[in-house]
């Protein structure tokens, strides 16, 4: 059974740093890519990154202006979604998702979603 387990969010002031993970058991970084998006209320769902261990890539979608790193560590089953000189317009909830590494756009499985607020 796959599961995606994300954590790290919380509250932080602007200009302040978190480090999310996104715990993952039953399945292989070597086979899923591992995506990071976010959600606001009333927005469409924005990919940050994806880290494939297979193709060696780590690639962005500019959200995060360069302020968000993607990594995923296999012998501990979790990816990371670290981010710096947080806004607040970058409030949201963030998940992870895993997807075949030759269907990347396939996501197949998801997380429950990790709430970051960030405010004064």
């Known amino acids: 059974q796959v599961q995606l387990v994300e954590s790290g969010g919380g509250s932080v002031k602007p200009g302040g740093s978190l480090r999310l993970s996104c715990a993952a058991s039953?399945?292989?970084?070597?086979?899923?890519?591992m995506v990071w998006f976010r959600q606001t209320p009333g927005k469409d769902r924005e990919i940050i990154g994806r880290?494939?261990?297979?193709?060696?890539?780590?690639t962005y979608s500019g959200v995060g202006e360069g302020r968000f790193t993607v990594t995923a560590d296999n012998m501990h089953g979790a990816a990371y979604l670290e981010m710096s000189g947080l806004k607040p317009e970058d409030t949201a909830t963030y998940l992870c998702?895993?997807?075949?590494?030759?269907?990347?756009?396939?996501?197949?499985?998801w997380g429950q979603g990790t709430q970051v607020t960030v405010s004064y």
């Open positions: 880290v494939s261990r297979r193709l060696s890539s780590t």
């Open positions: 039953g399945i292989s970084f070597l086979e899923y890519d």
């Open positions: 998702a895993a997807a075949p590494w030759r269907t990347p756009e396939n996501y197949r499985y």
